[in-house]
């Protein structure tokens, strides 16, 4: 036997994301919500916008496998998600030899904050190892 109360005549249930049950008045309603979460391709705004974190990951991530270590970090540091930072630097390890000079620079700010802060003190130290090997560090 089910302890849920009956439906109401007429009314259509989904869950959303996080299991939220939202109700529709029509089934149209119910599968046009369905349809744009599930079928919209998010734009980078958007993803700013409401600030999803798995998306946002899933976007550096691309444009890491894709080669594009400068977009992925451009990215992430626009946010300003110190653990999606942290979580990035240790994806792909020091890469001040692939990236912008002004990138470069922006990330040299955010290990400075860590250090400040006394974080990922490993992830930074290597880091800073790979920067003073690095001849294109050396040239601004």
């Not at 149209?28 to 979460?37: C, G, K, P, S």
């Not at 409401?50 to 550096?60: D, F, I, Q, V």
């Not at 630097?89 to 802060?117: C, N």
């Amino acid at each position: 036997l089910s302890t849920a109360p009956p439906k109401e005549q007429g009314v259509f249930e989904t869950r959303g994301g996080g299991g939220v049950l939202r109700r529709f008045r029509t089934r149209e309603e119910a599968a046009a919500r369905y349809n744009f979460i599930h079928k919209t391709q998010l734009s980078w705004s958007d993803i700013q916008r409401r600030g999803n974190r798995r998306t946002l990951w899933a976007h550096t991530l691309k444009a890491c496998t894709e080669g594009d270590l400068n977009l992925a970090y451009s990215r992430a540091l626009s946010f300003n998600d110190r653990e999606l930072l942290i979580r990035l630097m240790k994806h792909t390890g020091p890469v001040f030899d692939r990236v912008s000079g002004e990138t470069r620079q922006r990330i040299l700010t955010f290990i400075s904050q860590l250090l400040d802060d006394q974080i990922c003190l490993d992830i930074c130290v290597t880091w800073l190892q790979q920067m003073q090997q690095c001849p294109r560090c050396a040239t601004r």
